[in-house]
């Protein structure tokens, strides 16, 4: 077992996602394909996108989403909203699909829904698939829509005993009936079997067809399901296959029956007397990437590189960490030399951007300044101009 230190791996760990240096415009879909880019919520992938491309713009990432289709988004890791190549959709979709055996990711509360209609989920999912066939001659705009129709679509697949409790009150939601909310939960499966995806969103509200409709072909599934581990651990390792179910949202049995995959192909390293797992394939990465120079750099709301599992390396503090990751409404960072020091909340005001830095330690002038001219780039790029700063220490 190697012994390395911890910034011998954030070293990687920050080449991985491509934040020690930004790639080439032409590049872009290689920082999309490293671990994919939860879009939760709705355009967070987009400042993702901005600090590890060069003089990318917005119509470059629809263009690579809707026109070229080179990219697409559906429900994948933990069950979020999530955009990847759509040559890896073997690796961000069919991987990450439960066996008969396995609970499908999301899917973990489904059993008091079940219960209330009387059915079994592989009874439900089995009518569920039957009814994703609506998205093949219809566009349907709305979650909740969706979740109706295909609710209502459903209904001739199972028995009179669930029929007869599908439109009672929902347990989880208000305006939602049982069967729908039985949509909800298992439309994940569903997404990772390549049976429904998002298409061209309708002003605000996202849209979803098939992925057959949406290409004029069926979706390429067939890469190895390790491949999904492996990109894990190439961003985050060393690493747990705890931390591995946690990241993707996979149950324990489905994440140890992935994680086995890889054995042949990782290494037991030991940082700070914890142990964790790399790919072997990236231990020369250590030796041959240079110290990056010192910088400031601004992450957005659930960048990717936030899901690291040791928050501790670039966060000691505890109390901070509580407030840099929040259930809800978590903030953009401010990283300096790969630790954080701060965050930002920003608020949009007729198209001019107010932000407020809460910062851990103080900065001086010049450093400010660096902040201000990262944090008014991301609003260019995000078509916005900045309008006030407030730092708080």
């Not at 290689?30 to 992938?45: D, R, T």
């Not at 961000?92 to 509360?109: G, M, T």
Request: with cysteine; aromatic share 6%; proline share 7%.
């Amino acid at each position: 077992m190697r012994t390395l230190t911890k910034e011998q791996v954030l070293r990687c760990q920050r080449h991985a996602h491509h934040l020690d240096k930004k790639l080439p415009r032409k590049q872009r879909l290689e920082a999309v394909s490293a671990c994919g880019l939860v879009n939760s919520p709705p355009g967070s992938w987009e400042l993702a996108m901005a600090v590890r491309v060069a003089a990318l713009t917005r119509d470059d990432l629809r263009s690579d989403l809707i026109e070229t289709k080179s990219l697409m988004q559906t429900w994948s890791l933990r069950g979020a909203p999530t955009i990847f190549p759509t040559a890896e959709a073997g690796t961000f979709l069919n991987a990450l699909a439960a066996q008969p055996d396995e609970v499908p990711i999301y899917a973990q509360p489904l059993s008091y829904t079940a219960q209330a209609l009387a059915a079994h989920r592989h009874e439900l999912l089995e009518a569920l698939r039957q009814a994703c066939a609506v998205l093949e001659h219809k566009t349907i705009v709305g979650k909740a829509q969706l979740d109706h129709d295909l609710a209502e679509a459903m209904k001739p697949f199972l028995p009179k005993t669930v029929r007869d409790h599908a439109d009672e009150p929902s347990l989880v939601a208000e305006n939602q009936t049982l069967l729908e909310a039985a949509v909800s939960y298992l439309l994940r499966q569903c997404a990772l079997e390549g049976r429904v995806m998002m298409g061209e969103r309708q002003g605000n509200q996202p849209a979803f067809t098939s992925p057959a409709v949406w290409f004029d072909h069926p979706l390429d599934r067939s890469a190895p399901p390790r491949q999904i581990v492996e990109k894990f651990l190439h961003c985050y390792g060393p690493a747990t296959v705890q931390d591995f179910a946690r990241w993707s949202g996979c149950g324990l049995p489905q994440a140890k029956r992935l994680w086995a995959l890889t054995e042949a192909d990782r290494v037991e390293i030991e940082v700070e007397g914890k142990r964790g797992w790399m790919l072997e394939a990236d231990l020369p990465l250590l030796e041959s990437l240079p110290p990056e120079s010192p910088s400031i750099q601004l992450l957005g709301p659930h960048d990717p590189f936030l899901d690291l599992p040791q928050r501790g390396w670039i966060l000691p503090d505890k109390s901070a960490q509580k407030k840099v990751w929040r259930t809800v409404g978590s903030p953009g960072v401010v990283i300096r030399d790969t630790q954080i020091i701060g965050f930002w909340n920003a608020r949009v005001q007729r198209e001019k951007t107010a932000v407020q830095f809460t910062l851990f330690e103080t900065l001086d002038e010049e450093k400010r300044f660096q902040v201000q001219t990262e944090m008014a780039q991301l609003q260019t790029f995000l078509g916005r101009s900045l309008g006030t700063c407030r730092f708080v220490e």
